[in-house]
Structures are given as structure tokens and as C-alpha cells.
């Protein structure tokens, strides 16, 4: 619910939060409170400090540059005439039913009673921002986003914009980041903000691997189910910026696109919108931020018939682990056949399918089958994995380009290359130029060859490499600070154009693993290979860090083989299972190695991911033991506490007890486990003893031990 008690008071409420806003007399539009739902908007604490530091004092909502507020600008910009300030001062504001939309960009979406804010500032020189709010009530999510206009008759350089800017008055509190590499993807990293500017953010034109576009603020205390934590993540797959900056007046919050690379010019009339930030504030620690951020996900981000959380997801066998490069059509359908033997319902053919495609340095963007490896072609293969009784599904890279191909010798100007340079090569390719129409056009026209020669069910859309030279052949000299932004509309563009045309479709995004894992492509994709890393031990950890803004449900994690392509570690079968059970499972392994028994022994698990699909994906995550290098615990349950499936890994399993936060103690439950090394068990227990003794344990040693069960409320 959005109240404006006074033309100039405004009150964003979620079911537990608020966020409060005021215009000053000098008609500056202030920060005035976000924390738990509270009743109105205080008064202005001291409307009048001292006018030789008040700017620097103020917590402004939409702070702006040159006018003697000397935090580290976000928003910088240059008029006609050279000069670099803003006074943006209120103008109007009104509230509407339902969601704003972000034209071109993803964003959250929802029907009253979301409500939308919309306040509009202006600059006499000739520019007015109006900053979009809207309150989800039903999961506390607040979203901000600004749309610039030049209202002058001289052109705007914008040279750096915020998304939303908030500024917290205690400086007390710790900032968690996600932060990573390949194969180690979103790691939290915990530490007190210190004085001066902090940040995480990309240049890379993708958030890449080592931060993600989500950050958390949180007081010192705060843990899994105390404190107060504010959870901040872009909707926005490209260069970001997240920003802290504590000064004695407390912590300036900013999000945006990465001003760096980034110039904008706005003729008259002209405008731009920025990305969406979404907010949640918990003030029962992590896991109920987490809870909020995963039901918004799930309720007001995914779309299409995917969204649907009930309708089963297919459990696949995609070949990269299996095969790499190196397959022919006879090892693919004996693939399939274990595939299939093992409960799979659709077989995705991963890299090396294309035109001369026998390792990574050749042939992207030439997307027809290679006839030395699928002598029928793609619609071949489909009909032949189709007569398996499996659903076929296939990877692409849409935006690279190998320099060896002949999509790259017919036009080389598709790659983005600054004229004069050597073009930077990484994994051996190039990026194409998705700023230009012409250029997703001609891919576009491959994409659809493809999709419509056969029933495919699912595409892998990766993407392995960083941008670099960043340049387009499409815009003039003073214009090329808009390709990063243009190439990521250009990016949204196709993938929408896709799953309007294929609502069928289940489209996976990837990019090497998971350096694209962001709200933004969730938008498009209901899933996201969370990374090339499938080791069981590291995937707890880079889960783990995912589930702080994104619900189990988009995090592709497969069950892969023993020792581990990456890592070399031997896991169990159960821990492996236990990593890829919670997340979109899939197997990614050679099972033409497995004997029938083996194969069968893995039914159980298909059988279970079955039986509670729904539950894992629909259900809340409680990190019941956070990874600590040795083996984790988790459970997704049902809301009202009458179900769950219970995980553990590793040490954890020591013969401990697990307390159950979300059972309910005056009834008794039903627990049917498997666990490594002994017989599956049944057994019942009080509700009152899961929840404050805790579930017990089996002691397992050996090998990373796993423990996977299901409870039911007894009626
Ligand atoms: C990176 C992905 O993360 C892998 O799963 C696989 O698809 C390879 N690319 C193929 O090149």
C-alpha cells in the first residue's frame, strides 16, 4: 500500500515494512525511513541544519551532482553549455494501481494491489526525473527505478545515473557481497562497511564471475533469523555498479549501471530509463530477506508457462560432461538410451553439435549441424532421441562469433572491434554486436531455422566470454558510451522475441557457468546453470550464496560424475544428489558407463525429484547449517510447515541434531530418509521435538556422506 498523507509525505507499505519519503521547504525530496512497518512519515528531524554542510547532511532520494553534496557522485552529467550540476527540486507526484513497466527492460511484475509511485523532480535547466516506486506487498519487495527527460532545448550528456540511492543514518553496519570466480561462483564475503567508498560491480558488458548485482546490508548482529538486513539487487544483466559510501552522516547506498564505459546524450525530448533496483528489508535476519527475494522471483519475475511451479520441470542429461567436443550420433543416442534408463525426460545436445565444431576455437555463429557428427542433422537427431521417448533440447551461443566461421568471413563487421586495434580473443572468439538490429536479425533468422526443424523442448543459451573492444560501427564517435547499454537491450530484445514466439520453450541462460546468474535474465529464463562446477562439496557453497536473492527453482545444478571433472573429489551419491535434488536437476555424466543395476539405482532419486517437484520448487529455503567448508544443511518447506525435504552434506551429519524452524510443534510428522551407506529409513517424531531438539542425525563417515528426506504432517 502507498500513502501520501500531505502533497508532500509519502509511506510505501509491504505487509512488514515501510519506506518513508518527505519534500523539505526547499523542496528537496528526502529519505526519511526504510526499516519495519511503521505507522506514518516522522517530520523532518531538524529541517533547517547548518546551510554550510546541509547538503552532505541530507539524505536525498535522488542525490545530484555540482550543488555542494560531496558524496562520491553517481549521477554525473554535462549540459549544452559544460557545466556538471543538477537541482532537481519536487514537481508532482501521483499514485496508480499495478506495476510501472520499464519499456525494453525486464522487471517485476504484478497487478494491484501493487501500487506504483511516481515522483517527479525537475531542473529548471531543462531536465525532469521522475523515480518510479512500487510496493509488493505480499513479499515486502519494494522496486525503484528513474526515467530521465531532457524538458530543454540543448542536448544532456548523461554520464552516469543511479537506479535508486539510499542513505541509512547509522553507519554500524556490515555489507555482504557475492563474489566469486569460474567454478566458485557467488561466495558471500562479509564485512564491516569502513569509511569511503566501497563497491562491486562489472566492465565486462555481463556481471561476470566475480561479483553478482546483489548486495545485502545488515547489522552486525544479524545471522540466518536475526537482525535487520536490507537485501539490494539490480534487475540488470550487464556493467553495474553497487556502491556504499560512509561518511560521519551514515551509509549512501547507490545502484546503477557501471558509469564507467557509460555516456547517454538526450536530445530535447528525449529520455532514458534506467534498470530496476529491487529492495527488501527483513528484520528476521537472512533467510527471511532470502524467503521475500525467492517468493517476489517466483510470483512477480518469472514468466510464461514456466512460471507455473506446479507443472513438472523435465529432468535432462545434457552431454558437456559426457562428451565435450568429441561424440558421434551412435555415442549420443547410446547416451540417451542410459538417459532414458535413468529416468530422464529430455536429452539436451550441449556444445559441438555445429559446422566444423571439434574443440573451442572454431565455427560460433555457424548454427547448422556438422553432417561428419549428425549425419541427419539436428531434426534428425530430435526424431531419433524423440522415438526414445525423450524430449530433445539444444545449446547455442547466439552472442559470440568464432573468427574462424563463415558467419565471421561474410561479416566481419558483426564482431564489436575498435577499428585500428587488434581484437581481444577470449575462450577464442569474438562477441557480436547486439547493439545492431541487423546483426540479431541475421542471428535471429539461424535461431529460428533451428527451433522450427524440429520440436525443440529446451535451449541452453550460453555465453562465454566478457565484452571487450567495446565499439560499434553503427554510431558516431560521440555516441559509442551507449553500446554497452544498447548491446544489453539488444540482448532482452531476442530473448523476448524468443519466448513470445516459443512459450513452450524452456530456455536455460548460462554464461560459462554462471557469470550471468542476475533478476535481469530471470526474466526470460525460469532457470540459470549456476556453474561449470558440479563438485558437490562446491556446490553447497556456490548455492548457498546464489539463494540470497535467487530461489532454488532457477538454479540449474546437475548430478555429475565421480572424481569430479574440476575438483577431483570423490562424493557420494547421495551428496550429489542431495546439491542437485534442490536446485533444476539434471544429469551431466557418461551413464553409458553405468550397468543396468546402476542405472536403476538412480531411478529412486528421479523418482523423488517426481514426487516433491513441486514442494522444491514452490517451498521456502532454510539454511538450516550454512556451508563451512566441510558439508552443509537445508530444507525447503511448504509455508504452512505440513511438508519438507530435508538435505545434508558432509559433517553435518556427525550424529547431530537439526532443529526444524518451520514445523509445527503440536503435530507429529512422518520422515522417510536415505542417507549414504545405511538402509532407508521411516520413523515419526513430535513436531515439538524437530523443532526445539532437533531432527536427529545419523553419524556417517566416509567420503562426503549425504542425507535427503521428506516429512509430512501427520493428520
Ligand atoms: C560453458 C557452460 O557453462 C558449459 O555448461 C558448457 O555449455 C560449455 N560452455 C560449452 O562450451
Redesign the pocket.
Given at each position: 500500500m502507498i500513502q501520501s498523507s500531505s502533497p508532500h509525505r509519502f509511506a510505501l507499505h509491504t505487509a512488514h515494512t515501510s519506506y518513508l519519503l518527505e519534500v523539505d521547504p526547499e523542496g528537496r525530496l528526502l529519505h526519511r525511513y526504510y526499516g519495519p512497518r511503521t505507522g506514518s512519515c516522522p517530520p523532518l528531524a531538524s529541517p533547517h541544519p547548518d546551510p554550510g554542510c546541509w547538503p552532505d547532511r541530507l539524505p536525498q532520494e535522488f542525490p545530484t551532482p555540482g550543488l555542494g553534496d560531496n558524496h562520491a557522485p553517481f549521477f554525473a552529467l554535462e549540459w549544452a553549455d559544460g557545466s556538471r550540476a543538477a537541482d532537481l527540486c519536487f514537481a508532482e507526484a501521483d499514485l496508480c494501481p499495478g506495476k510501472y513497466a520499464l519499456p525494453g527492460l525486464p522487471a517485476f511484475f504484478g497487478e494491484a494491489p501493487v501500487q506504483t509511485l511516481r515522483i517527479t523532480l525537475r531542473d529548471p535547466k531543462g531536465l525532469a526525473v521522475t523515480l518510479l516506486y512500487a510496493a509488493f506487498e505480499d513479499c515486502d519487495l519494494i522496486t525503484r527505478a528513474a526515467i530521465l527527460e531532457n524538458t530543454g532545448s540543448e542536448p544532456v550528456t548523461l554520464q552516469g545515473l543511479p537506479s535508486a540511492v539510499v542513505d541509512f543514518t547509522r553507519k554500524d553496519l556490515d555489507l555482504i557481497t557475492l563474489d566469486g570466480d569460474w567454478a566458485a561462483e557467488r561466495t558471500p564475503f562479509r564485512a564491516p562497511v569502513r569509511p569511503g567508498v566501497q563497491s562491486v560491480g562489472s566492465v565486462g558488458g555481463i556481471p561476470t564471475h566475480a561479483h553478482n548485482p546483489g548486495i545485502v546490508l545488515c547489522t552486525r548482529d544479524a545471522d540466518e533469523t536475526h537482525g535487520s538486513c536490507w537485501g539490494m539487487a539490480l534487475v540488470y544483466s550487464g556493467n553495474f555498479r553497487l556502491q556504499t559510501e560512509r561518511t560521519t552522516a551514515g551509509i549512501r547506498f547507490s545502484a546503477g549501471i557501471e558509469p564507467q564505459g557509460f555516456c547517454w546524450t538526450l536530445a530535447p525530448g528525449e529520455s532514458f530509463t534506467t534498470p530496476e533496483l529491487a529492495m527488501v528489508y527483513s528484520d528476521r535476519g537472512l533467510g527471511r530477506m532470502s524467503r521475500c527475494f525467492h517468493d517476489a522471483v517466483r510470483r512477480h519475475l518469472l514468466r510464461g508457462r514456466w512460471r507455473d511451479l506446479t507443472a513438472p520441470r523435465p529432468v535432462l542429461l545434457n552431454s558437456?560432461e559426457a562428451c565435450y567436443f568429441d561424440f558421434t550420433e551412435d555415442k549420443l543416442l547410446t547416451l540417451a538410451r542410459a538417459a532414458k534408463q535413468a529416468g530422464a525426460d529430455l536429452f539436451v545436445l550441449?556444445?559441438g553439435w555445429f559446422r566444423g565444431r571439434n574443440s573451442?576455437t572454431t565455427s560460433l555463429g555457424d548454427w547448422t549441424a556438422d553432417p561428419a557428427k549428425l549425419p541427419d542433422g539436428v531434426a534428425g537427431l530430435c526424431r531419433k532421441i524423440n522415438e526414445l521417448g525423450l524430449d530433445f533440447g539444444i545449446?547455442v551461443e547466439p552472442e559470440a562469433i568464432s573468427p574462424d566461421s563463415d558467419l565471421f568471413r561474410n561479416h566481419p563487421d558483426w564482431a564489436l572491434q575498435i577499428p585500428g586495434r587488434e581484437t581481444l580473443q577470449i575462450r577464442h572468439q569474438y562477441t557480436l554486436d547486439f547493439s545492431r538490429a541487423e546483426v540479431r536479425e541475421g542471428i535471429w533468422q539461424q535461431l529460428t531455422a533451428l527451433l522450427d526443424s524440429c520440436p525443440v523442448r529446451y535451449l541452453?543459451w550460453?555465453m562465454?566470454r566478457s565484452l571487450a573492444n567495446v565499439w560499434s560501427a553503427a554510431l558516431p564517435a560521440q555516441r559509442q558510451g551507449e553500446v554497452f547499454h544498447r548491446y544489453l537491450l539488444g540482448l532482452y530484445e531476442l530473448q523476448q522475441r524468443l519466448i513470445q514466439r516459443y512459450p513452450q520453450l524452456l530456455l536455460e541462460n548460462?554464461a560459462?557457468?554462471g557469470a550471468r546468474f542476475d533478476l535481469g535474465m530471470l526474466y526470460y529464463s525460469p532457470q540459470i546453470?549456476c556453474s561449470?562446477n558440479t563438485d558437490a562439496l562446491d556446490r553447497l557453497m556456490i548455492q548457498y550464496g546464489t539463494s540470497f536473492f535467487y530461489p532454488p527453482c532457477v538454479m540449474g545444478a546437475h548430478f555429475s560424475t565421480v572424481p569430479n571433472h574440476i575438483t577431483g573429489r570423490t562424493a557420494s551419491v547421495e551428496a550429489r544428489m542431495a546439491a542437485a535434488l534442490s536446485g533444476t536437476f539434471g544429469f551431466e555424466l557418461d551413464l553409458t558407463r553405468y550397468t543396468p543395476e546402476q542405472l536403476a539405482e538412480l531411478r529412486p532419486f528421479v523418482d523423488f525429484y517426481r514426487a516433491h517437484g513441486a514442494l522444491l520448487r514452490s517451498g521456502e529455503l532454510w539454511r538450516l547449517c550454512p556451508p563451512d567448508g566441510s558439508g552443509a544443511a537445508w530444507a525447503i518447506a511448504s509455508g504452512d510447515g505440513r511438508e519438507a525435504v530435508v538435505f545434508g552434506v558432509g559433517r553435518v551429519l556427525d550424529g547431530r541434531r537439526l532443529p526444524l524452524p518451520f514445523v509445527r510443534a503440536e503435530h507429529r510428522y512422518h520422515i522417510q530418509s536415505r542417507m549414504t551407506g545405511r538402509p532407508s529409513g521411516d520413523e515419526t517424531l513430535e513436531g515439538e521435538l524437530l523443532a526445539v531438539h532437533g531432527l536427529p542425525l545419523p553419524a556417517i563417515r566416509g567420503d562426503l556422506p549425504g542425507y535427503l528426506c521428506y516429512l509430512q504432517q501427520e493428520e
Open positions: 558437456w550441449d556444445d573451442d545449446w541452453k550460453d562465454n548460462c560459462g557457468g546453470w561449470d
